[in-house]
């Protein structure tokens, strides 16, 4: 198990309503995990937390058998675990490939830049052409794929999306749920997606649907 939540609180402020009201799970490596539920029912808030963003307002979160209090968060951030914004939050004036250096130069990377990051962004299928692109030129599904490489940046063992085909069609929203299948089943990563969609569910080993800040069921998906 690479992730566990024991008994997890949170809420925005003192005497505000808990968002979270005691969760408890475990996530393993080599699976894909939806999790679903209303809109406002804390999904975005759950994954916040999860990535070390903000700090439980009481219970437990161990990476790998350790609580997160003790790791380095910006550490953990960087190589642990790997969070993908539903708006992105690329720098659309900078080419797709500087989007991958700027974070290379931040994780401390050793080695050429452009080769790395033209491997990543090749990874999840950009076209060579493409790379030097300014971000704001690419399509959305491209803009997904170049905020997914910007992810696997650090090699987490972690991946979490929010809503990362809510924009998306069909065929956009197949060839991003392979990817993430991909990194799954052929690299053995974690990887937590918040959907809305039944259609991405499918992809998913186990579904989680939360309610009121607690996880209501969790399911095998039908896939
Ligand atoms: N910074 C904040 N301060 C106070 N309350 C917040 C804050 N962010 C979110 N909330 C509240 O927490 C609750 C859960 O919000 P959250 O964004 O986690 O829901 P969600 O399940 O992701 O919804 P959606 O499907 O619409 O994205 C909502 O009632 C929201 O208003
Ligand atoms: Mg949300």
Redesign the pocket.
């Known amino acids: 198990m690479i992730l566990k939540l024991d008994n997890v609180y949170y809420r925005?402020?003192k005497n505000?309503p808990y968002?979270l009201n005691g969760i408890s799970h475990e996530f393993e490596r080599g699976k894909l995990y939806a999790i679903m539920?209303?809109?406002?029912?804390?999904?975005?808030?759950?994954i916040s937390i999860i990535a070390a963003l903000d700090k439980p307002t009481s219970g437990r979160i161990f990476f790998d058998g350790t609580d997160i209090i003790t790791l380095n968060s910006d550490e953990y951030r960087a190589k642990k675990i790997s969070i993908i914004f539903q708006n992105y939050n690329l720098l659309y004036n900078y080419t797709a490939l500087d989007n991958i250096t700027t974070v290379l130069d931040i994780i401390g990377f050793k080695g050429n830049y452009n080769a790395k990051a033209s491997e990543l962004l090749s990874d999840v299928k950009i076209p060579k052409e493409k790379h030097r692109y300014p971000v704001h030129n690419l399509s959305g599904g491209e803009q997904q794929r170049v905020a997914i490489a910007r992810a696997l940046t650090g090699d987490p063992d972690i991946i979490i999306a929010?809503?990362p085909t809510g924009n998306l069609d069909k065929i956009n929203q197949e060839n991003i749920m392979e990817i993430f299948r991909d990194l799954a089943k052929n690299r053995g990563k974690c990887v937590i997606i918040?959907t809305?969609s039944d259609y991405v569910g499918e992809y998913a080993d186990e579904i989680l649907y939360?309610s009121d800040g607690k996880i209501v069921t969790s399911s095998d998906s039908a896939f």
């Not at 539920?37 to 759950?46: A, I, L, M, N, V």
């Open positions: 925005y402020a505000a968002i539920g209303g809109s406002g029912s804390g999904k975005t808030t759950f929010d809503e918040v809305h939360i």
